[in-house]
């Protein structure tokens, strides 16, 4: 018995879409009581009766943020070509992991700058910093791998879109860390994102690979 | 209610719905009401408590919507306040009756007093009464500042109360709250209304969980808002009302950021208020709020910048200035609080190159580098460079604040090429150093280090298996320095050499010295050190009490203040805790496991197969609770020493400063022991429900009457934020 990490988090169910509710009677509702009580009929009383214990349970489940919209934790479009297995068990995986792809880092961006940031969410089980395939020099980006699937919701929340090194930094989910998944799959050996893009950045080693071929 | 997305701070949009239903159909008027009431009755019965104000807070202002007749609403409030009465309840129970209808007559005061005034100034007089006789040794323990100046920290009951007072004063005109009911008079006037059947508040238990008192956050008055509209007055109920919309706000979009911060900045009568001062005291508020913030830290890092992006022409220099005001009042400003601001202010500023008017605060270079003022610049400096790097530091700050600059962060390797050729263990450092690179095992690596002295024994010891001080030194400093490049680095060459270490720390004594030699070698780096430390704890290398005894061992008095050994010690608590929680989650998960068995075999029949397969199982599930019973029993064990470890070590350095301080005369309030005390107390906030736990071992053998009474006072505050 240790205390060691468990990499277990299981995501929070999807919010249930809110069925619609009715309580308002409808345009052709008999006339308002005067005085006498009003008995509609049996099963139209019943309906109302639902509806209205629906009505007051989203009032109460709005209060306790039940039903909360939870943007920033949504998969992105990205999925890895190289993933082995089903595009229905990669699904499962994002949707139950720890781990997060980050982007956008500068080539001199530590571990240790890294392990900062994102311990502001949760403790942090493991970093691996991405590298260039040929030079085996960090390009970029990197996975972050937490030991709860709370920690790094938090992350995609608060840190997803602030800056590292000055730099925007992006975050994703990602299916889990596997050998080889470290290395850029560019041709000239860093990230594809370099090998063709056309301005000029001194974080990512000037201008894109192509660029600099011409 | 088809919008699932309810928004508490649109409450009076739903009570004139509710009010104008009630109107056309008094039948689903009586329905709604009764299922609220319903409702009300499932929160209370679930610890929901801020939920079930709002419950409440609804239903008050029904009566405004014609829906609910106030005399009835008087009588809940009634037997709210009846609670008052009850005898051996927890305060913090009565606390909570009396701040649900206190919170509900901004409201609804006005309607209540023109139709029951009589009733309602009894009420209010039996309320005034309670919070006269009520306990309030917990306020010092949830203050953010100690000083009274230049704004008083309130109990949250006296300064509501304070506002209730004002507001019955101006006859219960109240302008803020808007209320589109007052465009509907003429329809809700003409509707029946419904009595609220009588309410009797559910009896105590012992599982509630009440919330725990709190103090109301100030930082700004009318005097800090340069120009435009005024800021309401402390003991205004419209601040009151701005204050819960806003956190109303916060708590139903946290999770959006960029959506908090546009609902928050479009709040309906902005123009009336300094808005931008009101948002950033409301969420410093938050921030700060012992023991523990509504939400986690990060999160209001993200929204400030939010805020900052969509009024970059206001809000930066309001924030600004909110720094400014803190940085003045650190003197008197919680450890706690002050963690929080180093942690806040760095990484804002590490969104931002780091730009700031550094030589404003050129004050704190002429000061004793232990004094808040240096010690927060310092510290903040510290984590600054952590997200960036040394050389940054040093030119983002002017030069005459190289003083407070941290050191670089290189490691300190005792065997290395300027080492004194007579320093025991050097040359088995070669050796070892050697061996390591030449990818030796652990056998190998424990046979090499069998040659090293044990400078603890003179004679022939047990054949070297003892603990050996030296032997932890070589090794160790050894493989961090070979292994010094990164975090990655360092994590693999404590894997790779597990066994070798477990060897060499199996005594207590063992893991402190690899404690201590960890600390030599990256005192320079303290965000090393932790995240070493974390390592070997989930290796179990070290055990945490082991940690707790290093960081109170006299070799760390001078890091004792220091941001990071705090940082360190509450982590290692937190994995403690989670590892008692983990087992504890596996023995209920193995019992309701069993439970389903007994269940399936009792609705099963009798076939015979079905019954040996279950025994079986059965046989195997009570022997995996058993064990797991131990288990749990044996976690708790452990956690509860690593809390009286720590205590214990508290007790006694705070005594002897006093003791000191006493005998000699000098004035015990040195910097030092402001930081010390703030300490022991911010272990009973951040882990208070662990700690209630043991509460009675804590008594018994620690928190006894003969203790000093500053230290016991520490131990007395924290009892009473349940009572």
Known sequence: ??????????????????????????????????????????????????????????????????????????????????????????????????????GNLSFYTTEEQVHELFSKSGDVKRIVIGLDKVKKTACGFCFVEYYTRADAENAMRFINGSRLDDRIIRTDWDAGFKEGRQFGRGKSGGQVRDEYRQDYDPARGGYGKLVQKS | MQNARLLPEKLTVYTTLVGLLNARNYNFGGEFVEAMIRQLKETLKSNLYSEAVYLVRFLSDLVNCHVIAAPSMVAMFENFVSVTQEEDIPQVRSDWYVYVVLSSL?????????????????????????????????????????????????????????????????????????????????????????????????????????????????????????????????HSVERFVIEENLRCIIKSHWRERKTCAAQLL???????????????????????????????????????????????????????????????????MNTTCIDRLINWFSHHLSNFQFRWSWDDWADCLTQDIEKPKPKFVKEVLDKCMRLSYHQRIVDIVPPSFSALIPADPVCSYKYGEEADSSLPGLAMATTVGNAIKNRASNEEILIVLKDVPNPNQDDDDDGGDGFNPLKIE???????????????????????????????????????????????????????????????????????????????????????????????????IRKMNKHVQKIQNELDEA????????????????????????????????EQIERLQEKVESAQSEQKNLFLVIFQRFIMLLTEHLVRCETSGVDLNTTWYKNGIERLQQIFLMHHVIIQQYMGTLENLLFTAELDHHILAVYQQFCALQL
Request: hydrophobic share 35%; charged share 25%; net charge negative.
């Open chain 1, 1 to 102: 018995a240790g205390i060691c990490g468990s990499v277990s988090g299981s995501a929070p169910a999807p919010c249930p879409d809110a069925p619609a509710a009715e309580p308002c009677p409808p345009a052709s509702a008999p006339p308002r009581p005067s005085g006498g009580a009003w008995r509609p009929a049996t099963d139209t009383h019943f309906s109302l009766q639902t509806q209205l214990h629906t009505g007051v349970s989203f009032l109460v489940t709005g209060l306790n943020n039940g039903n909360r919209s939870d943007s920033y934790v949504d998969v992105s479009q990205y999925r890895d070509q190289h993933f082995k297995g089903n595009r229905y068990e990669q699904e499962k995986l994002l949707k139950q992991s720890c781990s997060l792809y980050v």
């Open chain 2, 106 to 234: 901004p409201w609804v005061g006005k309607e209540l007093y023109e139709k029951k005034d009589v009733e309602m100034d009894r009420l209010l007089n039996q309320i005034e009464g309670y919070l006269k006789r009520r306990q309030k040794t917990h306020v010092p323990m949830l203050q953010v500042w100690t000083a009274e100046k230049p704004h008083p920290q309130e109990e949250y009951l006296d300064c509501l109360w304070a506002q209730v007072q004002k507001l019955k004063k101006d006859r219960w005109q109240e302008r803020h709250i808007l209320r589109p009911y007052i465009a509907f008079d003429s329809v809700l006037c003409e509707a029946l209304q419904h009595n609220l059947p009588p309410f009797t508040p559910p009896a105590h238990s012992d599982d509630a969980v009440y919330p725990m008192p709190h103090v109301v956050f100030r930082m700004f008055d009318y005097t800090d808002a340069p120009e435009g509209p005024v800021m309401p007055g402390s």
């Open chain 2, 266 to 332: 479009s709040y309906p009568g902005k123009n009336k208020i300094p808005l931008n001062y009101h948002i950033v005291e409301v969420i410093f508020g938050e921030l700060f709020q012992l023991p523990s913030p509504p939400h986690i830290d990060v999160m209001y890092t993200a929204l400030l910048i939010e805020l900052c992006k969509l009024q970059p022409g206001s809000l930066p220099q309001v924030l600004a200035q909110a720094t400014e005001m803190m940085y003045m009042r650190l003197d008197t």
């Open chain 2, 474 to 572: 070589v090794f160790l400093q050894t493989l961090l320095h070979l292994a010094a490049k990164s975090f990655s680095h360092s994590f693999s060459a404590l894997a790779k050499f597990h066994e070798v270490l477990k060897t060499l720390t199996d005594s207590d004594e063992g893991k402190l010295h690899i404690l201590r030699v960890l600390y030599e070698f990256w005192r320079n780096h303290p965000q090393m050190i932790s995240v070493l430390v974390d390592k070997l704890i989930r290796t179990q290398i070290v055990d945490c009490a082991a940690v707790a005894n290093w960081i109170f061992s006299p070799e760390m008095a001078h890091d004792f203040t220091r941001f990071y050994v705090w940082e360190i010690l509450h982590s290692t």
């Open chain 2, 591 to 622: 019992k309701v496991k069993l439970e389903k068995q007994h269940n399936k075999k009792r609705d099963s029949g009798d076939e015979e197969d079905m019954e040996k397969n279950s025994e079986d199982e059965e046989g195997q599930l009570e």
